[in-house]
């Protein structure tokens, strides 16, 4: 009986494993480095903390999310209309696919884009700013 119940928790875990998406794994590392700042749902924290859901700023930014996603961001930035200032910490840690997918669930999964990031628009974006440009 133990032989069984450990082949189908062997072939469980190998469905679970196949079920990758970028998206999931970008949920996962939102709730792990962003949600404590920009909340559950992305909305933000009122006039303290700005959304990254329904976002103007995310959307027409899109060329800089993983710049700023790497190495942070501060001064004003409007959102929706509302000054924020304030600083953002860089996530250094992060690869550039954990990056990727990330920002693909921020866009897609938040800001109901339907353009999907891909990696070679993270590197391009990432190689941009260690060079000091944007």
């Known amino acids: 009986m133990s032989k069984s119940l450990g082949s189908l928790l062997l072939i469980v875990l190998l ?6 998406k970028p998206r999931n ?3 996962v590392l939102y709730e792990r480095n962003c949600q404590s700042c920009h909340m559950e749902s992305g909305q933000g924290l009122g006039r303290l ?3 990254v859901a ?3 700023y995310v959307v027409e930014n899109r060329a800089e999310l993983a710049c700023i996603i790497r190495h942070g961001i501060s001064g004003p930035i ?3 209309g509302v000054a924020y200032e304030g600083e953002m910490e860089g996530n250094l840690q992060l690869t550039d696919v954990e990056i990727n997918n990330l920002v693909h669930y ?5 800001n109901d884009q ?3 990031y891909v ?11 260690s060079q000091g440009g944007k």
């Open 119 to 129: 990696i070679g628009e993270v590197r391009e974006q990432l190689v941009k700013c």
């Open 15 to 20: 469905f679970a494993a196949c079920d990758y």
């Open 78 to 80: 409007e959102v929706n």
């Open 54 to 56: 329904n976002a103007d």
């Open 106 to 110: 921020i866009l897609v999964d938040l």
């Open 25 to 27: 794994q970008g949920r």
């Open 49 to 51: 903390l700005p959304p």
């Open 114 to 116: 339907k353009e999907h």
